[in-house]
């Protein structure tokens, strides 16, 4: 799909600096006094390799490789865990047009140029004033089933209009700069296991900073059918019967260095035959029981495999993506905003179709969030700027359906002229803690007391 590229340099050199910091060894890009280092820098990252066979994963702050294969094995034979699904909107996306107040005089006149028709949008049934944007009607959809919470001013006391502060204090959970860990990071550093780094999943090329941990290890990767075996120069048959041949060498030895290399190939060739699914099963959705948007961005494949990956039992439980589309819309706002849109909301009706088609739905609750809003007035390039209160989503067939915070309308905007933030992001951390995943947030989110609750499953 095609992509904004009338974004700020600052959203520019944010997203440069988080990739170098997840390329090990490479060290930190230069950056600007005063801005924070993205959560997880300086953490260790290795391609596991066994041997001669090379698994695209990357794993960061893993200690003992050994136990890699064993951790896996033994927590995918254990109990289903809830899945928590993080899926960042990068850039700052605009709330007055997810969920616009289509008959507000002021926001006509504030927007005289991206105001939208009433008449575009499905009503939001929560709340007269509001209507949802034309892209996000498979959203809607989702809602007039229960089947979404809706946060329409969601931030936090004293916004930071900065992509890479704002951003920070979303990955890590707090409004500190100095914290280098991810709320989820340690979310695992309290539950997860030093041998299965599939616990903590990001679905990219490099770590999502929300996962970033300080005990247990975590994981990277593309997208499912990448994670497969190879042996350099080799291919087709000849390569899938040389596998097969090795496979039986990893029988057990007398001899303990023998026994170790051994040990390997057998860890080896079984996550080959048990992750051969999905590289075979990738061309055809990996076996999804709905289709997926067929575009040309990898946010539906990667959701697809995702959902395979749930059903096959591996051992997730906190995946990062993010979403497509650059919602840093200073200019030509309307068709950057519709495109990352139409992708991300028909990708995730997909995804929670898939799921509950698999018998899944009731394990699965995803948070779609962005790290502000934008200004409530409209700027001179067909654009807005840098706001703060946002909109955020909390979907799955567990969740209430109903909306978090009120939508506090443009008659009430704050010095800047920015839409008021009425949730708390740490607040709702705090009750996706506790209410979804049992977990004590005062022992992952600071100041957690200081923050209210809100009801959020069923």
């Not at 001013?153 to 920070?168: C, E, I, K, L, M």
């Not at 051992?315 to 309307?334: F, K, M, N, W």
């Amino acid at each position: 799909m095609a992509r904004s590229c009338h974004h700020c340099e600052e959203f520019s050199r944010a997203t440069l600096v988080r990739r170098g910091a997840a390329e090990a060894g490479r060290g930190l890009p230069a950056i600007e006094a005063g801005m924070p280092l993205p959560a997880g820098t300086g953490l260790d990252r290795r391609s596991f390799v066994s041997r001669g066979f090379g698994l695209a994963l990357s794993v960061y702050g893993l200690g003992k490789l050994g136990l890699f294969e064993e951790g896996i094995a033994r927590a995918a034979a254990g109990p289903a865990q809830p899945v928590l699904v993080s899926v960042f909107l990068p850039g700052g996306t605009d709330a007055l047009s997810l969920l616009y107040p289509g008959l507000d005089s002021d926001y006509r006149r504030l927007r005289p140029s991206l105001k939208l028709d009433p008449a575009a949008g499905q009503p939001f049934s929560e709340d007269p004033r509001l209507f949802w944007h034309p892209k996000l009607s498979p959203i809607a959809t989702l809602h007039g089933e229960g089947k979404v919470s809706v946060l329409p001013a969601v931030g936090y006391t004293h916004p930071d209009q900065s992509h890479f502060t704002s951003r920070h204090f979303w990955e890590v959970g707090a409004t500190d700069a100095g914290l280098m860990s991810g709320w989820m990071g340690r979310y695992l550093d309290r539950t997860g296991s030093s041998d299965n780094p599939l616990q903590g999943l990001s679905l990219d090329y490099q770590l999502q900073p929300s996962l970033a941990s300080a005990k247990v290890p975590v994981a990277s990767l593309a997208a499912p059918d990448e994670y497969t075996c190879g042996a350099p120069g080799v291919w087709g048959q000849v390569e899938d019967r040389m596998l097969a041949t090795l496979g039986p060498l990893g029988a057990r030895r007398s001899d303990r260095f023998l026994n170790q290399a051994a040990s390997a190939t057998a860890a080896s060739d079984r996550l080959r035959r048990q992750l051969a699914p999905f590289a075979q099963n990738s061309g055809n959705g990996y076996g999804s029981p709905v289709p997926y948007p067929e575009v040309d961005d990898s946010f539906p494949h990667q959701l697809a495999g995702l959902a395979a990956m749930i059903a096959a039992n591996l051992p997730l439980r906190c995946v990062a993506i993010t979403a497509p589309g650059e919602y840093d819309t200073h200019s030509d706002q309307p068709q950057a905003l519709a495109d990352g849109l139409d992708v991300t909301a028909r990708s995730l009706f997909s995804f929670q179709r898939d799921l509950e088609a698999r018998g899944l739905a009731n394990r699965v609750l995803t948070l779609v969030w962005s790290e502000f809003g934008r200004r409530a007035e409209e700027n001179g390039s067909d654009g807005t700027d840098h706001g703060a209160g946002g909109t955020a989503f909390l979907i799955g067939t567990g969740v209430r359906g109903q909306m978090i915070g009120e939508f506090p309308g443009v008659n009430n905007l704050d010095d800047d002229g920015n839409l008021k933030a009425t949730s708390d992001f740490r607040g709702i951390y705090c009750s996706v803690l506790e209410q979804w995943l049992n977990e004590d947030a005062a022992a992952v989110i600071p100041g957690a007391a200081s923050f209210g609750r809100t009801a959020l499953l069923k």
